[in-house]
């Protein structure tokens, strides 16, 4: 920092983190919960009061759970009951129906509610974290990430008065115009997709009598959705033609051509306009996701039209695969090296995420004339094509690349990368549970006095998979004696030679990883 001298006061803090938004909010949590302090900036004071994701999925959900909110959250989140598709005339084309009960990983498969709430139950979750701080009304100005320690360069927005603030590491979680993404010198790489749309909010007492579920409006000249997220909330979102904005579209009177379709029987004077928006819905990933101990989170590193709902939840996949990494090296237990893992293992899977939502996209939108033909020709029939349904249906996502932390072997069927099942233990629990912030062993067969003394020194849980429990057969399924479960909940290796799974345990001390609020 070139304004910088001798006498100049800066304030030290071990993990900043730009921006306060669910992934901010996220990853500071979860370093805290390993004893790393944290500072997050913030350039507002409260949370953005409008609503913007509306959807995660139950793998996102297991993240709320390790949060220590997801009992709060399901107070505010509604399941949704699967995708419809329909045409300019309401016709269902294909409808798609999910189970709203709980899937393999303890929560149900996809889940509606509103943003706003679900940050201001995350940043109350954060307030129980001495090892944490919130710092509102602050822009970041500069952030020079040569050099050890960090600088980033800060202005109070109530106060106008310029501050020094050193780290070790630096998180940028800030949005799609990140400042920390230009200070590493990274640039969004374009996937071919930019869109206008309009979002639309609404809230009303009334019983639209819809199917609960989300409506996927497949028109080649206006394609939209619908989806109900919460006991009196709805949205839609409708794609933008070239001569219109948003403004044309500021009361329920000019939205009504519009939303008319799900409001036969509603009383226009019942609906309360929350807001309106215009969106421009982009396909981009950062060519770099990290220099040195900067690294990049969320719609910092990657940016997807929202086709599949999963803009957010990439950004807390995000934080759930960085911070452990981020704790081990701070408390000395993980190598420095380890932190190469967290581009590596990511970014291929927020590339294919964004390349599934965009071929939802096109799929259900593009094609003009013909491609309307061809969908009303051909979608009443997908659910007699096997396998297809289950499919449309299933939450779950790509493995993970191989990487250091993750040893996928040759062998078909392999489960490195993938998550293990969130099943439910003798005790009652469920698995994320029982082994916290830490890594676990899960092993079908008894294990040696060397092999759980292994497991121990290393700080490691070991669990039994009773015979004929879920992590039995999930096991032998796959003919293994057993596998390393990281924290995150990421396999990262499995065989069938017990003594090479207990030798593969990192080590990662539960006694000084794990601080509680």
């Given at each position: 920092?070139?304004?910088?001298?001798?006498?100049?006061?800066?304030?030290?803090?071990?993990?900043?983190?730009?921006?306060?938004?669910?992934?901010?909010?996220?990853?500071?949590?979860?370093?805290a919960?390993?004893?790393?302090?944290?500072?997050?900036?913030?350039?507002?004071?409260?949370?953005?009061?409008?609503?913007?994701?509306?959807?995660l999925?139950?793998?996102?959900?297991?993240?709320?759970?390790?949060?220590?909110?997801?009992?709060?959250?399901?107070?505010?989140?509604?399941?949704?009951?699967?995708?419809?598709?329909?045409?300019?005339?309401?016709?269902?084309?294909?409808?798609?129906?999910?189970?709203?009960?709980?899937?393999?990983n303890?929560?149900p498969?996809?889940?509606?509610?509103?943003q706003?709430?679900?940050?201001?139950?995350?940043?109350?979750?954060?307030?129980?974290?001495?090892?944490?701080q919130?710092?509102?009304?602050?822009?970041?100005v500069?952030?020079l990430?040569?050099?050890?320690?960090?600088?980033?360069?800060v202005?109070?927005?109530?106060?106008?008065?310029?501050?020094?603030?050193?780290?070790?590491?630096?998180?940028g979680?800030?949005?799609?115009?990140?400042?920390?993404?230009?200070?590493?010198?990274?640039?969004?790489?374009?996937?071919?997709?930019?869109?206008?749309?309009?979002?639309?909010?609404?809230?009303?007492?009334?019983?639209?009598?819809?199917?609960?579920?989300?409506?996927?409006?497949?028109?080649?000249?206006?394609?939209?959705?619908?989806?109900?997220?919460?006991?009196?909330?709805?949205?839609?979102?409708?794609?933008?033609?070239?001569?219109?904005?948003?403004?044309?579209?500021a009361?329920?009177?000019?939205?009504?051509?519009?939303?008319?379709?799900?409001?036969r029987?509603?009383?226009?004077?019942?609906?309360?306009?929350?807001?309106t928006?215009?969106?421009?819905?982009?396909?981009?990933?950062?060519?770099r996701?990290?220099?040195?101990?900067t690294?990049?989170?969320?719609?910092?590193?990657h940016?997807?039209?929202?086709f599949?709902?999963?803009?957010?939840?990439?950004?807390?996949?995000?934080?759930?695969?960085?911070?452990?990494?981020?704790?081990?090296?701070?408390?000395?237990?993980?190598?420095?090296?380890?932190?190469?893992?967290?581009?590596?293992?990511?970014?291929?899977?927020?590339?294919?995420?964004?390349?599934?939502?965009?071929?939802?996209?096109?799929?259900?939108?593009?094609?003009?004339?013909i491609g309307?033909?061809?969908?009303?020709?051909?979608?009443?029939?997908?659910?007699?094509?096997?396998?297809?349904?289950?499919?449309?249906?299933?939450?779950?996502?790509?493995?993970?690349?191989?990487?250091?932390?993750?040893?996928?072997?040759?062998?078909?069927?392999?489960?490195?990368?993938?998550l293990?099942?969130?099943?439910?233990?003798?005790?009652?629990?469920?698995?994320?549970?029982?082994?916290?912030?830490?890594?676990?062993?899960?092993?079908?067969?008894?294990?040696?006095?060397?092999?759980?003394?292994?497991?121990?020194?290393?700080?490691?849980?070991?669990?039994?998979?009773?015979?004929?429990?879920?992590?039995?057969?999930?096991?032998?399924?796959?003919?293994?004696?057993g596998?390393?479960?990281?924290?995150?909940?990421?396999?990262?290796?499995?065989?069938?030679?017990?003594?090479?799974?207990?030798?593969?345990?990192?080590?990662?001390?539960?006694?000084?990883?794990?601080?509680?609020?």
């Open positions: 920092m070139s304004g910088s001298t001798q006498q100049e006061t800066v304030e030290h803090v071990p993990v900043v983190i730009v921006g306060g938004g669910p992934t901010g909010i996220t990853v500071a949590t979860l370093l919960q390993y004893g790393v302090e944290t500072l997050v900036l913030d350039r507002w004071s409260q949370v953005y009061p409008q609503p913007r994701a509306v959807h999925d139950d793998e996102v959900y297991r993240i709320l759970g390790r949060l220590g909110v997801a009992q709060e959250f399901a107070g505010i989140a509604r399941p949704a009951r699967g995708l419809q598709l329909i045409d300019r005339d309401m016709t269902v084309l294909a409808r798609f129906r999910r189970d709203t009960t709980v899937t393999r303890g929560y498969a996809a889940n509606m509610f509103d706003p709430q679900l940050e201001e139950v995350l940043r109350t979750n954060l307030t129980r974290y001495r090892q944490a919130l710092r509102g009304d602050t822009e970041v500069d952030v990430t040569t050099g050890s320690p960090l600088r980033l360069h202005r109070s927005r109530a106060t106008g008065q310029d501050s020094v603030i050193s780290a070790d590491f630096v998180l979680c800030d949005g799609a115009n990140s400042i920390v993404r230009t200070a590493i010198g990274a640039e969004m790489r374009s996937m071919g997709f930019d869109q206008r749309w309009l979002v639309v909010d609404i809230a009303t007492d009334a019983d639209l009598q819809q199917w609960e579920g989300v409506h996927q409006l497949c028109d080649e000249h206006r394609a939209g959705t619908y989806m109900r997220i919460g006991p009196d909330r709805y949205r839609w979102e409708f794609r933008l033609l070239d001569h219109e904005s948003v403004d044309d579209y009361t329920v009177t000019e939205l009504r051509p519009l939303i008319a379709p799900w409001m029987g509603v009383d226009e004077a019942s609906l309360r306009l929350i807001r928006a215009e969106y421009t819905f982009r396909a981009q990933l950062a060519d996701w990290r220099r040195g101990n690294f990049l989170l969320g719609d910092a590193a940016l997807t039209p929202p599949i709902g999963q803009g957010m939840g990439a950004g807390l996949r995000d934080a759930m695969n960085l911070a452990w990494k981020i704790a081990g090296v701070h408390h000395r237990d993980l190598a420095p090296s380890v932190l190469d893992s967290y581009e590596t293992e990511r970014r291929p899977h927020a590339r294919h995420m964004i390349s599934l939502a965009l071929n939802v996209g096109r799929a259900m939108t593009s094609g003009g004339r309307a033909a061809a969908r009303s020709a051909l979608l009443p029939y997908l659910h007699v094509v096997p396998g297809l349904r289950a499919k449309v249906v299933d939450s779950r996502t790509p493995s993970l690349h191989s990487s250091s932390m993750v040893r996928r072997s040759l062998r078909p069927g392999g489960i490195a990368g993938q293990c099942p969130n099943s439910r233990l003798g005790n009652g629990i469920r698995l994320d549970e029982h082994l916290g912030p830490c890594f676990g062993v899960i092993t079908s067969a008894a294990l040696s006095a060397a092999q759980q003394e292994t497991i121990t020194f290393r700080g490691a849980c070991a669990v039994y998979a009773a015979p004929g429990s879920d992590l039995d057969r999930w096991l032998r399924r796959r003919h293994l004696a596998a390393v479960v990281r924290p995150d909940g990421t396999v990262m290796i499995a065989g069938r030679n017990l003594d090479t799974i207990c030798r593969a345990v990192p080590l990662f001390r539960r006694d000084r990883q794990h601080a509680h609020p």
